[in-house]
């Protein structure tokens, strides 16, 4: 009987730890999308680099990097990072970078 009622107790305080909290995901800024120019990539292998560091910045949700074009897409956090964040997370990697024609998504 002390079992189920300490079941009960928890399973209470778990709905409303998720009643609580849907109002604020509501709110939650959507993901933005930045294209970075990338310098220096010399092989395939940067790309991991440039991911790598991307995927450091708080905030980052997704890097993918194209080597053929020379470019990363980041999809991240307004909230957590920015397009200038992004760019200095590759320049510190040896490989600098810029918008991509100056436009964020």
Same mark, same amino acid.
């Given at each position: =009987? =002390? *079992?189920? =009622?300490?079941? =009960? *107790?928890?399973?209470?305080?778990?709905?409303?730890? #998720?009643?609580?909290? #849907?109002? @604020?995901?509501? +709110?939650?800024?959507?993901? &933005?999308?930045?294209?970075?120019?990338?310098?220096?990539?010399?092989?395939?292998?940067?790309?991991?680099?440039?991911?790598?560091?991307?995927?450091?910045?708080?905030?980052?949700?997704? $890097? *993918? @990097?194209?080597?053929?074009?020379?470019?990363?897409? @980041?999809?991240?956090?307004?909230? &957590?990072?920015?397009?200038?964040? #992004?760019?200095?997370?590759?320049?510190? $990697?040896? +490989?600098?970078?810029?918008?991509?024609?100056?436009? &964020?998504?």
């Amino acid at each position: =009987m =002390m *079992r189920k =009622m300490r079941t =009960m *107790r928890t399973m209470r305080k778990l709905v409303a730890a #998720l009643l609580i909290g #849907l109002p @604020v995901a509501a +709110f939650a800024a959507s993901p &933005q999308t930045a294209v970075l120019d990338l310098q220096n990539m010399t092989c395939s292998m940067c790309s991991i680099t440039i991911r790598k560091a991307l995927e450091r910045v708080p905030g980052v949700i997704d $890097a *993918r @990097v194209d080597y053929d074009h020379k470019t990363a897409i @980041v999809k991240y956090n307004p909230e &957590q990072a920015n397009p200038s964040a #992004l760019v200095k997370a590759t320049t510190n $990697a040896g +490989f600098p970078s810029k918008l991509h024609n100056g436009t &964020q998504q």
